[in-house]
Structure formats: C-alpha cells, structure tokens
C-alpha cells in the first residue's frame, strides 16, 4: 500500500520533480567550481593570505594599495583597454575576409577552412609562432619581408613600446578568423531575394553592404561582439609565452597581474591577488550585464 | 548572394581574384609556414644564421624523431588525451541533462538558473582561480590529472548548457508530449525520444570542447606541474625552456602539440562549424 501511494505521489509530480533531478549533478559542479569561487574571491580579497597559513583580515587594505598608485596595476589596466579596443579590429577584419571568401569557385571550401584553422591551434602554440615571427634583427621572417621595402629591424618584443601591440596583433589572427566563420556563415543565410530587390533598386557595394547585409548580420555581429570582448578580457596565454609579461613589465594586463601576484617567483600573494580579480570581475560584469540583457529581450521574444 | 557572385563581374575580376586566393592565403599563413620550414632544418642552419634560407638538409624525420623518442613529449601528449576525453564525456553528459531539463519543462526559476550557466561562463578565470585552486588541494587533487578534469567539466557545463539549452528548443514539441500520452516515464523521453535527437548537438559539442580544453593552458600552470599530469600546453613551454634556441626542435614540438585539434577540424568540420556558430543566423 505504502509503495503505491509512494509511487503516485512521485507519477503525480514527475513533470514538477524530474527537472530538479536532471539539474542537480550540473548545478551542483558548477556552483562547487564557478559560483561558490566568485564569493570566495571577493572574501580572500579583504585578507592577507600566502595560500597555506592563516588569513589576516586587512578590510580595504588591498584595495587602496591597488587604486592608490599601484604603478603595475596601472601599466595592465592601460594595456587591458587596448586589448579591448585593438582587439575589436578582428570584427571587420573578419567581415572583410568573409566577403573576399564568399564565392562559388573551385576549392573555396579547402580555402575557407584553410583561413580559419589558426583559431584551432592553441593560443600557445600561436604566440610561440609569432614569437619566432617577430625575431629581432635578419633571425625573423617579418624583418626578412620589412627589409624588402628597406624597412626595419625591428626588435618588436623587445621593445616595451611595440610589445604589446606584436602581442594584440598574434591575437587577432586567431580571433579574425573566429569572425570570418560567423559571418561566413551569417553570409550564407542572407535573404537573397532582399538582395535581388536591392540591385534592382541600384544599391551597390558599400551602400548595399551597410544598409542592406549589414542588419541581416546583426546575429553574427553580437556573437562576434561578445567573443571578442570575452576573448580581450581573458588575453593570457599570449602574454605568458611571448613576452612573460616583459619587457620591463610592459605588456602586464589584469588577468597576467593577478596570476603573477598569486603564483609566482615573487611570492604567494593570494590576497592582493584576488582583490586584482575584483576589478577585473567587474570590468567584465559590465559586458556580461549587457549580453545576458540582449539574450534576455530574445528570450522575451521568442514566447 | 553578396558579394556579386563571381560569374556575374567582368572577366579581368574573375581572373584576378583566382590569382589573389592563393596569393592572400600563403600572407595569411605565413607565421604558420615559416614554423613548419624552421621543424625540418638541421641544427647548422641555425648557428649559421640560415634562417630563412633553403635548409641545407633535410631533417623533418630528424626533428621529429627527436620530438617523440627523446623528450617528455609523448607523455604530456598522453596527458592532454587523459584530460581532454573524460572532459569531453563528462561535460556532454552533465549538460545534455541540464540542456533537457531547461529546455524542455517550464518552472519557477528555469530561466534565472539557465542565466547563471551563461553568466558563469563568461566570468574571467582570474576570479575562480585562487578558490579552485584551494579547493583542489584540499581534494588531494592538485598536480593530478583527476583534479583538472573535474574543473574543466565543471566549467564547461556553463558553455554546453547553453548550447544544449537552445537546441533542445528547437526540437517538436509535440514528439514529447505524445510520449507522454503515450504515458512514457520522463527519464525514457529523455533517453529514447530527446537524445537520439541529439546527435548532431553532441558531435557539435564534442568536437568543441575537445578544442577548448585541449588548447587550455592556464588552468594546466594553475593545477598542476611537471609531466606527470601536466597537458601538452604546458609541456611545450618546458619543453622549449629545455631545448633554449634549438629552434628546430621547438618548432617541431610546437606542430606535434597543435596536430590534434586541427586533424578534429579537418574530420568533423561540418560539426565543428555548426558548433561554433550556433546563434549567428536567426
């Protein structure tokens, strides 16, 4: 008897109860690795802490150490927005290749995928490449192709004035490429007879493209938007295999920073570390605010 | 189709655009073929100051022997197959179950729990580390492959949730219900009516998220150290430190470490691309 009532208490609530259960084992990894962390940063950020003793409670202390002047922080926080600004280029780069790319000839199919398999290779081994790319004196092949034109040597990652732009620049490779395939494939779902119709009307080039294909593309410019501005914010492998943050501490961003500050040679400073990840947390928060608000209004609108 | 569809423009555009396709190609790729010509050079070449000219031998057999048989190489490729494959299984699994839950019932609390995996996802991985960190420590997991695989599955079930999420939506709706009628359990739906529907989602996902963890290298300087667990990433940079200016060498580890992903490409492009771009058209 008591099994049966069991049984139609939980036949009663399936539709109620059985997203509960699919949803447990997710939720539960991913508020133990992602959510709970978030709250245990800001907290370790009020300490002082070598990551085995105790922790001291030093309030704000961190915090006005790191806005009052830190000259490190502020090297990384300038190189972060460059990051954010110079990394956007890879949308219309990628949108420029994407319309080179968009035709019917033999093996465009081969090309396409050869355009963006550097988004494949891992960032590592891009920034290693670049790193060789860039050699100083006649050892790289940029100086070897500058020369012809009479340009150069230039000593690019040994420079702090161009460091970090040789470092932007390997990261765009990858990241135009990422935006090439969104809009490749943004391209392919283009209304053609909108198109049809605009060419009647004598709409070409330029104009065609920005009042005609451009808002059809609105889809692939948020996702292009979205990983690049994510992809900005992470910048990090780059800059610990090119340059390791050098020379002279020039090419530092936040993310680089906090990693140095928490795990490195100059000691295990957890707190000041994640107070570093504070800042870099809300920089990003803006961003996610807008996304989830855009995904939000979709969401309304799809009901 | 925009641009102007080839055949349509004048004959000297045809012929020049067949002409500039390769030539924009080898400009695009040059930092990648001037890595595979430095991976068949003899040492000589470099001490010499060859750098870019003709190598005067031939060593690619050479270089790559070395690359496999005397380093630590096969062991951190090895690594990286231990991380990635059970990543791979476990955060398909995770969130085809999390992607079924949101996606199909309607409930107080779907959509806010559905934002927090996006959220999550986009949140830097600066904030995480420290508390990762330490809790992988106190788990008895660091500098162990175990620890690592739990985080990237975990963190990546933001990322496939979405994903999941939003294909599941896609689906006929009316195929559960008459299962439903049908008077079909939930977890069947979910096993025999939803995930045979899914293939084309889960070939998606497995292929990306082979690349992402793969590719990762913070999380592997993060938890772990030395070639026990660490993946191929961080390998190759120990690895260069080993082989300091042994230019042929490194590049040649380098081309071995980037192999797998980009073979993955190339077999499952299509799943690769449909991955990747989900959400780009309407």
């Known amino acids: 008897m008591s099994t049966s009532t069991h049984r139609s208490w939980y036949k009663r609530n399936e539709i109620a109860v059985t997203p509960w259960l699919f949803l447990i084992p997710g939720i539960a990894m991913f508020a133990l690795y992602v959510i709970i962390p978030i709250f245990q940063s800001f907290w370790i950020s009020f300490h002082e802490w070598d990551g085995l003793g105790e922790k001291t409670w030093v309030g704000l202390d961190n915090y006005e150490r790191l806005l009052g002047g830190d000259r490190k922080f502020e090297t990384s926080f300038w190189n972060n927005l460059k990051w954010l600004v110079l990394y956007l280029l890879a949308i219309p780069m990628g949108l420029f290749i994407s319309l080179f790319l968009n035709q019917k000839v033999f093996g465009i199919r081969l090309y396409k995928s050869l355009f963006f398999f550097p988004f494949v290779i891992s960032q590592v081994v891009v920034g290693l490449v670049f790193s060789w790319f860039y050699l100083p004196g006649d050892q790289g092949l940029l100086n070897n192709v500058v020369g012809v034109f009479g340009l150069g040597p230039y000593n690019i990652l040994g420079s702090p004035d161009t460091a970090t732009y040789g470092i932007i620049a390997a990261g765009l490779w990858p990241q135009t490429a990422y935006c090439m395939i969104l809009y490749l494939t943004g391209l392919n779902s283009v209304d053609p007879e909108q198109v049809e119709a605009a060419r009647l009307d004598g709409a070409k080039g330029h104009r065609m493209l920005w009042h005609v294909i451009l808002p059809q593309l609105k889809p692939a410019t948020f996702i292009a938007f979205v990983v690049t501005i994510i992809g900005a914010l992470r910048s990090f492998d780059f800059i610990a295999v090119m340059t390791n943050g050098g020379p002279f501490g020039s090419t530092r961003v936040l993310s680089f920073y906090m990693f140095e500050e928490s795990l490195s040679e100059f000691g295990f400073r957890m707190g000041y570390g994640a107070a570093i990840a504070v800042v870099l947390f809300f920089i990003m928060l803006g961003f996610i605010g807008y996304f989830l608000w855009s995904m939000y209004q979709d969401e309304k609108g799809a009901r | ?282």
């Open chain 2, 1 to 282: 189709m925009f641009p102007t569809p080839l055949e349509k423009t004048s004959r000297q555009w045809q012929i020049s655009y067949q002409v500039l396709l390769p030539i924009v190609l080898i400009i695009w790729l040059l930092p990648l073929i001037a890595v595979a010509i430095f991976s068949i050079k003899p040492d000589a070449d470099f001490t010499n100051g060859n750098y870019w000219g003709i190598p005067s031998s031939f060593e690619m057999f050479n270089n790559y022997g070395k690359v496999f048989f005397e380093s630590d190489m096969p062991r951190y490729l090895w690594n990286s197959v231990l991380i990635t494959i059970p990543t791979v299984i476990g955060a398909v699994i995770l969130s085809s179950m999390t992607g079924f839950a949101l996606g199909v019932y309607k409930f107080k609390g779907n959509l806010p729990i559905f934002f927090m995996f996006i959220a999550g996802n986009f949140v830097p991985f600066q904030i995480l580390m420290v508390p990762v960190r330490d809790l992988t420590l106190g788990l008895g997991l660091y500098d162990t492959k175990t620890g690592l695989v739990l985080f990237h599955i975990a963190f990546q079930t933001g990322f496939c949730t979405l994903f999941m999420r939003n294909f599941i939506r896609a689906l006929p709706f009316p195929l559960i219900e008459a299962a439903r009628v049908e008077g079909v359990s939930e977890w069947r739906i979910f096993l025999f009516v939803v995930l045979p529907l899914m293939k084309p989602a889960l070939a998606a996902l497995s292929v990306l998220i082979f690349t992402f963890i793969w590719n990762d290298y913070f999380w592997a300087i993060v938890l772990t150290q030395g070639p026990d667990s660490q993946p191929v990433t961080a390998g190759i940079t120990s690895f260069n430190s080993q082989y300091r200016a042994a230019y042929h060498l490194m590049s040649a580890g380098s081309i071995v470490a980037a192999l797998p992903p980009v073979a993955m490409f190339f077999l499952m492009q299509k799943h690769f691309i449909a991955g990747l771009t989900l959400g780009a058209v309407k």
